[in-house]
Nanobody, 123 residues
Framework: QMQLAESGGGSVQPGAWLRLSCTAN????????VAWFRQTAGKERELVAA????????YTESVEGRFTIFRANANENTVILHMNSLKPEDTAVYSC????????????????WGQGTQVTVSS
């Protein structure tokens, strides 16, 4: 059984950066695809970024060039989402999720989820 925990959320001004961490307990991430989703009230969960077991990545268009997803090499249990040039429209609850091997854009296809962390971008 894999348990995921996110950390690193917070409140920042537009243009700032944040780094979110997703840590797995009970099983290493190697061999799994890990994704970051975000959700705001009244909207569906949206894929932000994902990385597959071969370290190929995908980003939603609105964060391309600003966000980076990568594995923390020193610890196979952690995946990072580094977010630069944050905008108010990035405000959401960010959750990480994992599934074997390859990523998908469909939240229902992920087996493991964290509780989520709030990111607020406001002046």
């Amino acid at each position: 059984q894999m348990q995921l925990a996110e950390s690193g959320g917070g409140s920042v001004q537009p243009g700032a950066w944040l780094r979110l961490s997703c840590t797995a307990n009970g099983r290493p991430f190697r061999g799994y695809a890990v994704a970051w989703f975000r959700q705001t009230a009244g909207k569906e969960r949206e894929l932000v970024a994902a990385i597959n077991k071969a370290d190929q990545t995908i980003y939603t268009e609105s964060v391309e060039g600003r966000f980076t997803i990568f594995r923390a090499n020193a610890n196979e249990n952690t995946v990072i989402l580094h977010m630069n040039s944050l905008k108010p429209e990035d405000t959401a609850v960010y959750s990480c999720a994992a599934r074997p091997s390859v990523y998908t854009t469909t939240p229902q296809s992920y087996d493991y989820w964290g509780q989520g962390t709030q990111v607020t971008v406001s002046s």
